[in-house]
């Protein structure tokens, strides 16, 4: 892998990360563009103890546009971009419209690939594995900015998501705090851990998946399986067998390995509402809309979680769709809009049979 910094003209971080190290990245941004101005701020709502982040700037995003005027394709034939240079492999930079910014975090989008009309799992193994090298490199360098506590390296797919950029890309965020669901995790092994003299709750639950029948796939060094109170229609959790704080720990063999169970998980995930094992979706079915995200530990203090330390957190990437069956969305209403109190009208068990039953032959 070969990494290029430059600057954009309203002078946010672009970084190219190439397949070849001989690639020669020397494009400048021509756009007339002036200095971004956000208006980020983070409210604590003292009720629920958690954080907001409000950002009225992003009101004017780019929204939809047409093909031809995706701000996420390559800078050709005298249209500007996001991006500068003809064509990349993957590309990160400083979001334009950030949610978090300045001493409240930052964002950044990251280009899976040059193609517009391609998704992750349309990606060969090499060019997963160098995501994978981009998720890590930023993780590592985010981490050592001083506002940031956590780092969230996630992908929307899919109108249906919320996404307005129709291009294969997925964000970072590195947020001022540790976020409410993983301090959630992190008070669960705290408790396991004083209730059992010891033991670790993630390695407890993986051992329990791993004998019973939500297991989707299972690789030398990754295991995936549907989790026995899935909050989704369609949920997976993709855990290293080797348990890891973040992504920085994984081994060689585990990062060789990831692309190969993840690229299978996705391609499944565009099977699951085929009607058959195999084929095309449904007419005029649209791709599974998904959500993709990485769960890692915090690099902030966890002296509120008495005993924990951040290696006893289990990285895990969490892989999840809202249509609940052909042409149905699971929409989060009043029950879980208001109590934050799931209803899952797919069994975990069914899913994960129709998970392996989708497998590639």
């Not at 020397?26 to 409000?54: C, K, M, N, Y």
């Not at 400083?94 to 349309?122: I, Q, Y």
């Not at 003299?197 to 549907?226: I, K, T, Y």
């Amino acid at each position: 892998m070969k990494k290029t910094s430059t600057r954009l003209a309203d002078g946010r971080e672009l970084i190219y990360y190439d397949l070849r190290d001989d690639a020669v990245r020397e494009a400048v941004d021509r756009r007339p563009l002036e200095r971004t101005v956000t208006t980020s701020g983070i409210r604590r709502d003292v009720l629920l103890g958690d954080q907001v982040a409000i950002a009225s700037h992003r009101q004017g995003r780019t929204y939809h546009p047409p093909a031809d005027e995706c701000p996420l394709c390559p800078s050709r034939d005298g249209r500007l971009s996001e991006i500068p240079d003809s064509t990349y492999d993957v590309v990160v930079f400083e979001n334009r419209f950030p949610s978090l910014a300045g001493p409240f975090g930052r964002c950044e989008v990251v280009c899976f690939t040059s193609d517009h009309d391609a998704s992750f799992a349309d990606l060969t193994e090499e060019q997963a594995g160098l995501v994978l090298d981009a998720w890590t490199d930023r993780t590592a360098e985010l981490s050592h900015l001083p506002a940031v506590e956590q780092v969230f390296c996630f992908e929307n797919r899919g109108a249906e998501i919320g996404v307005t950029l129709g291009h294969p890309h997925g964000q970072i965020y590195a947020y001022p705090f540790t976020t409410p669901r993983t301090a959630l995790m992190l008070r669960s092994l705290a408790a396991h851990r004083e209730a059992t003299g010891g033991e670790n709750l993630f390695d407890a639950v993986v051992a329990r998946e791993l004998a019973g029948e939500r297991v989707v796939l299972e690789g030398e060094h990754w295991v995936a399986f549907v989790p026995y109170a899935a909050h989704w229609p369609y949920e997976v959790h993709l855990y290293p067998r080797r348990r890891v704080p973040d992504l920085l720990v994984l081994d060689e063999a585990a990062r060789t390995e990831f692309p190969q169970v993840y690229l299978e998980l996705l391609r499944r995930f565009d099977r699951i509402f085929d009607g058959g094992a195999g084929g095309e979706h449904a007419a005029g079915e649209p791709p599974t809309p998904y959500i993709a995200a990485w769960h890692q530990a915090p690099f902030g203090a966890l002296e509120e979680f008495e005993g924990v330390s951040r290696d006893d957190f289990a990285c895990h990437l969490e892989l999840f769709t809202i249509r609940r069956t052909s042409g149905k969305l699971k929409f989060l209403a009043g029950s879980e809009s208001g109590m934050n109190v799931f209803i899952n009208d797919v069994p975990p068990e069914a899913a994960a049979e129709r998970l392996r039953e989708v497998a590639s032959s």
